[in-house]
């Protein structure tokens, strides 16, 4: 034999994969029952039977900066190039549920994402876009009551009936507290506001997807593929529970719960882990809640390349790995898409960048011809299992929180960050043994960096944001505004229905931060268990 | 002759609302590792409280990591603050995502060093452990 040029060969969530996979890496698999057809049980295949030869994946490309008015002109010149879908970035103050003139959002206004304080805010935001027509998912957690409370009075305005609105708010916050940490309350009360906005959308926003659950920013954090698949999917039985047990009928709500995932380097474990993920929660679902309508068994999901892969070092690299990433997907029969921007690893990116990025998409739907046949890799000795490993190995992860007493315990204990935090210090740890190589970073490096272009937020973001504010507390009336909180608080401190005093406050001309506030006087703040 | 020193004491944090707190767990791990004595702050702390708790913990350094792109407005509020409570002397370095130009403004203002992203672990242990043969 040859000698090997490794003693050992690992996928990048550490998992050894062998020479040549045959037969008897399939022992005990079956065909009928562990893969069955496209659109049917478990869904290893794809949730559709026909998948992208009937309808292709949404091209949805995330974007927000600066101001409401600097986004809209970005979705403006997006969906004017072909974009399926909108995505709103929203900046750091707004996701931790603070106006853009709290003095804790100094220097972060605009930069991470829009800014978005108040109900003219979000007018302006979709300003001259056709809300029934287009679907819109927005990036926000701890405060997404509010954010969809503002959505949903912008097309009250407009006069387009409630359930015409199509779109997502990704309301997880339970990956917040393991791992893109940002949050507002302690978890109980969090929870039970996700319920709320879930059974708000079974009974009025029917085409709405009131939860996101997430995956992405766990392996953001540096968790193996693994531990994406069983933390998220965990996350998702722990809110339809929360659901069930608030009197929910599972077929009421468990058809409109949407996932996201991270697409990282590795291109079979990552397309392994969307069929791993369909199969679990399939199997998952019929064993805890014996739902009547299948589609309360399907995963569904949004898919987004690694931002963690991206190197500064020659960036333009970046957007081969992009496409790697992105062909991962497709071939893992991702319902939605985001590819990243080459620049993204700077800063927010720019338009030529972020339409490289499309093209990538719509090349790959186009020119590719990998979207002619449903799941291209399923039979495949290597891909089935690689889903095996997958699904097993998660399961493990799932035995060990029910040991746990749940997710929220876990949480609690800081058991998930833990296991994140020392995956990321594995990786890190083979970067820096050579046993794990990146392109530019470790190996082929130029001595010169290469510079590109980059998208540069301005101080008169915050500035306007801040004198708009002003005008807006000057022009309301504040005896309303006081009133439509206080009623906020009633209504919070007996559990009931948050949706429809939401929606009087932002009309009330409450802002973000005040409703915000309001609500930690009744739910308290959340204290993270500091893991090292 | 060797002179007997205390140990190294660095407070390391982060600044501002950004939750990106991969790199900085995993250089909390490093610095304690090679013996320096880390506190370590959690995340979206204010300038004020970073400064405050520094002095309160009497550290040599602050290191600092941010990714949210309020790095001009944050890290220069910090040695404000320092020289404002007679700490001016405490080292000021931090790492994160920022754009290449904004280095050098930074240096300028008074910040020591700055580790850009895939930085080797081990520069970042040599240079905190430099501080204390500096001092």
């Known amino acids: 034999m040859m000698k090997e040029r490794k003693n050992r060969y690992t996928s990048l969530s550490g998992l050894e994969i062998d020479q040549v996979y045959t037969s008897d890496h399939l022992t005990g698999w079956s065909p009928e029952q562990d893969l069955g057809r496209p659109g049917a049980f478990p869904y290893t295949r794809g949730i559709y039977p026909t998948m992208y030869r009937s309808r292709l994946w949404t091209m949805r490309q995330f974007a927000g900066f600066g101001s409401a008015d600097d986004t809209n002109q970005r979705f403006k010149y997006l969906l004017a190039q072909g974009q399926t879908g909108l995505s709103v970035a929203f900046d750091l103050p707004t996701l931790m549920g603070l106006d853009s003139d709290d003095p804790r959002a100094r220097g972060e206004v605009g930069y991470c994402g829009v800014a978005i ?53 990704q309301n997880d916050i339970l990956k917040e507290y393991i791992a893109q940490k940002e949050w507002l309350f302690p978890p109980e009360p969090h929870i039970a506001l996700i319920v709320d906005t879930i059974a708000y959308c079974a009974a009025h926003v029917p085409k709405w997807h009131p939860i996101s659950i997430s995956g992405y920013h766990i392996r953001e954090a540096g968790s193996t593929a693994v531990q994406e698949l069983a933390f998220t999917l965990y996350n998702g ?55 009547k309508n299948p589609r309360s068994l399907q995963l569904r999901c949004h898919a987004q390349t690694a931002g963690c892969s991206l190197t500064a070092q020659q960036p333009m690299n970046n957007v081969v790995r992009t496409t790697l990433q992105a062909l991962a997907a497709v071939l893992g029969g991702t319902q939605s898409l985001h590819t990243n921007s080459m620049d993204e690893t700077l800063a927010l990116p720019t338009e030529e960048a972020v339409t490289l990025a499309l093209r990538t998409q719509q090349i790959i739907a186009s020119e590719s011809e990998t979207v002619n046949s449903v799941d291209p890799l399923g039979g495949s000795y290597f891909v089935e299992s690689l889903t095996n490993r997958l699904e097993e190995e998660a399961r493990d992860y799932f035995r060990r929180l029910d040991g746990m007493g749940g997710m929220v315990k876990a949480i609690e204990s800081g058991f ?117 | 002759m060797a002179v007997a020193t205390t140990p ?128």
């Open chain 1, 117 to 169: 304080s108040s109900l003219a805010d979000m007018e302006r935001l979709f300003d001259g876009i056709p809300l029934d027509q287009v679907t819109t998912s927005m990036t926000i957690n701890g405060p997404a009551a509010v954010i969809f409370a503002m959505y949903l009075a912008v097309a009250e305005k407009r006069g387009i009936p409630l359930h015409h609105l199509g779109g997502t708010i």
């Open chain 1, 237 to 291: 039985v722990t809110y339809v529970d929360a659901a069930v047990k608030a009197g929910l009928d599972v077929d009421t709500f468990a058809p409109q719960l949407s996932f996201f995932f991270n697409v990282h380097n590795d291109f079979f474990e990552e397309i392994a882990k969307f069929r791993a993920a369909r199969r679990l929660w399939a199997r998952e679902m019929e064993r805890r809640y014996h739902p």
């Open chain 1, 416 to 532: 998930p960050q833990r296991e994140i935090l020392d995956a990321s210090q594995r990786y890190q740890h083979e970067i820096e043994q050579q046993e794990r190589h990146i392109v530019g970073v470790t190996d082929h490096m130029e001595p010169e960096r290469r510079s590109i272009p980059i998208l540069k937020i301005g101080p008169e973001v915050e500035q306007e944001q801040v004198a708009r504010l002003s005008d807006l507390r000057k022009s309301r009336d504040p005896f309303k505004m006081a009133g439509s909180l206080e009623e906020l608080q009633a209504m919070a401190a007996c559990h009931q229905s948050l949706m429809p005093a939401l929606m009087e406050a932002v009309k009330a001309k409450a802002t973000l931060g005040e409703i915000c506030a309001a609500l930690k006087e009744v739910y308290g703040t959340y204290h993270e268990p500091v893991v090292l």
């Open chain 2, 8 to 135: 190294l004491r660095v407070l390391i944090g982060k600044v501002g609302l950004d939750g990106h707190d991969r790199g900085v767990k995993l250089v909390v791990r490093a610095l304690r590792d090679a013996g320096v004595e880390i506190i370590y702050t959690g995340l979206h702390h204010t300038p004020e409280q970073i400064v405050a708790t520094a002095i309160q913990e009497d550290v040599q350094a602050i290191g600092l990591s941010l990714h949210s792109g309020a790095h001009n407005s944050l890290l220069p509020r910090v040695l404000e603050l320092l020289k404002e409570r007679g700490a001016g002397d405490v080292t000021l370095f931090g790492g994160g995502i920022i754009p290449d130009d904004d280095v050098p403004r930074l240096k300028a203002a008074g910040v020591q060093m700055w580790f850009r992203p895939a930085t080797p672990m081990q520069d970042i242990v040599t240079f905190v452990k430099g501080l204390q043969i500096e001092r």
